[in-house]
């Protein structure tokens, strides 16, 4: 695990009431940790969103795991929109793309994550899409 200095701050929070409790830290928390930590990127916007593009970056960070088909994201782009806690849901890819997350590149009919409409509201990032796969957990 990397130096509590350099975890963003929920997996900080998670680590000290971890190291307060006096038992070791629970596998399911090292996990949040890990996943919470390794999936913070920034990509530049052609990749997250459809529409042009200015080299503007955009912030994305999985906060929660809601189901095995749903997750809760955080979605920041400085120039445009935020979504605190967007909800997506699993889905099949229907045409091609690129992965809001990794870059990878989206065949169509690959299992994706899409963001939920709620209500009759389409969210301006409803283009995006990110492979389930790069939502597994990598060592580091």
């Known amino acids: 695990?990397?130096?509590?200095?350099?975890?963003?701050?929920w997996s900080r929070t998670l680590a000290m009431l971890d190291s307060r409790s006096g038992r070791p830290p629970s596998e399911a928390?090292?996990?949040?940790?890990?996943?919470?930590?390794?999936?913070?990127?920034?990509?530049?916007?052609?990749?997250?969103?459809?529409?042009?593009?200015?080299?503007?970056?955009?912030?994305?960070?999985?906060?929660?795991?809601?189901?095995?088909?749903?997750?809760?994201l955080s979605?920041?782009?400085p120039t445009s929109f935020n979504y605190s806690e967007q909800v997506w849901a699993l889905c099949t890819a229907r045409?091609?793309?690129t992965c809001a997350?990794?870059?990878q590149a989206i065949r169509r009919g690959?299992?994706?994550y899409r963001p939920r409409r709620v209500?009759?509201?389409v969210p301006l990032n409803s283009g995006a899409m990110i492979l389930a796969l790069a939502l597994t957990p990598s060592e580091d």
């Not at 695990?1 to 701050?9: A, F, G, I, N």
């Not at 916007?45 to 593009?53: D, E, F, L, N, R």
């Open 101 to 103: 997350l990794s870059g």
């Open 29 to 72: 928390n090292d996990r949040l940790a890990l996943m919470t930590r390794s999936l913070v990127r920034n990509v530049q916007s052609k990749s997250a969103c459809v529409g042009p593009t200015d080299g503007h970056c955009v912030n994305i960070r999985v906060l929660e795991r809601l189901s095995e088909s749903t997750l809760a």
């Open 1 to 9: 695990m990397k130096h509590p200095s350099l975890m963003d701050p």
């Open 95 to 97: 045409k091609r793309g």
């Open 119 to 121: 209500g009759s509201s």
């Open 75 to 77: 979605w920041h782009d």
């Open 110 to 112: 690959q299992p994706v």
